[in-house]
Nanobody, 123 residues
Framework: QVQLVESGGGLVQAGGSLRLSCAAS????????MGWFRQAPGKQRELVAS??????????NYANSVKGRFTISRDNARNIVYLQMNNLNPEDTAVYYC??????????????WGQGTQVTVSS
């Protein structure tokens, strides 16, 4: 059973940056797509960024609300996926969850979740 542990959340002022990390252990990593979801109070959990798994080239996809500001990347040698978040605004405030998909693309659905890390952006 894979374990996903997020880190890097916190409080930041609007316009600032944070980098989230998700360390995976105990399961397959490199061939699985990975993603970052977020859930704000009273809202549904949404996928903000995803990255495909090997052997395909790592294709990335982003929610419109974060395009140009967030960057997802992965280090398959270390089993870590990152989310670099720049130019943050208060609407980005949410709990951010790391997720592993069943297959090499997000279309395969999520099979594992991290515990979540809080990101709070003050105005």
């Amino acid at each position: 059973q894979v374990q996903l542990v997020e880190s890097g959340g916190g409080l930041v002022q609007a316009g600032g940056s944070l980098r989230l990390s998700c360390a995976a252990s105990g399961g397959i990593f490199s061939i699985k797509a990975m993603g970052w979801f977020r859930q704000a109070p009273g809202k549904q959990r949404e996928l903000v960024a995803s990255i495909t798994g090997a052997p395909s080239t790592s294709y990335t996809n982003y929610a419109n609300s974060v395009k140009g500001r967030f960057t997802i990347s992965r280090d398959n040698a270390r089993n870590i996926v990152y989310l670099q978040m720049n130019n943050l605004n208060p609407e980005d405030t949410a709990v951010y969850y790391c997720a592993r998909f069943r297959g090499p693309t997000p279309a395969s659905g999520v099979d594992s979740w991290g515990q979540g890390t809080q990101v709070t952006v003050s105005s």
